[in-house]
T-cell receptor, first 117, second 110 residues
């Protein structure tokens, strides 16, 4: 597609519910990232995929957070038993290249805003 | 961990002024630095990417500089316009994931 697409754009969940957030990266992009952005803060890294391989999940805040990218394109971020502190905007980003050092720009989606009541 | 600081946190200027946004970082071992713009309720739009071997990049009214030795980058906006109002974020790539500052919220008044 033309850009990174995320859905849903807005999600309201009751505490304890499970949620799933979807990311469609730019077609052909190898690298995919998930970030969490709290109100008034910069985005914080959650996890990184190179194709279908999850190479880094060090930023996931707890074992309630799980991400997958089974076919190396679409990715899903799942949050189980949501808590109020999970309320944030979840941003997905993709890059054409992979590896270290990275080159090229990182393109972001518009984010999924999660509110946990 | 790389610490990224952006000063000022907020800035209000009248239309037409030139302005400078500052970004400082603690670890000079970076691969590149990227400046982003974020409008309320929106994702991030890339403005400029500076590779570690470069000193500056320019795009239209925007100019970004990078001084790795001092751990600083600046974003210069010339002849500011109300449409420039947004939050500006700098991000450092020290591996493959970006480390972001908290951003500078810019308001350009007509």
């Amino acid at each position: 597609g033309a850009g990174v697409s995320q859905s849903p754009r807005y999600k309201v969940a009751k505490r304890g519910q499970d949620v799933a957030l979807r990311c469609d990266p730019i077609s052909g992009h190898v690298s995919l990232f998930w970030y969490q952005q709290a109100l008034g803060q910069g985005p914080e890294f959650l996890t990184y995929f190179q194709n279908e391989a999850q190479l880094d999940k060090s930023g996931l805040p707890s074992d309630r957070f799980f991400a997958e990218r089974p076919e190396g394109s679409v990715s899903t971020l799942k949050i189980q038993r949501t808590q109020q502190e999970d309320s944030a905007v979840y941003l997905c980003a993709s890059r054409a290249t992979s590896g270290r050092p990275s080159t090229g720009e990182l393109f972001f989606g518009e984010g999924s805003r999660l509110t946990v009541l | 961990k790389q610490e990224v600081t952006q000063i000022p946190a907020a800035l209000s200027v009248p239309e037409g002024e030139n302005l400078v946004l500052n970004c400082s970082f603690t670890d000079s071992a970076i691969y590149n630095l990227q400046w982003f713009r974020q409008d309320p309720g929106k994702g991030l739009t890339s403005l400029l990417l500076i590779q570690s071997s470069q000193r500056e990049q320019t795009s239209g009214r925007l100019n970004a500089s990078l001084d790795k030795s001092s751990g600083r980058s600046t974003l210069y906006i010339a002849a500011s316009q109300p449409g420039d109002s947004a939050t500006y974020l700098c991000a450092l790539d020290s591996g493959y994931a970006l480390n972001f500052g908290k951003g500078t919220s810019l308001l350009v008044t007509p």
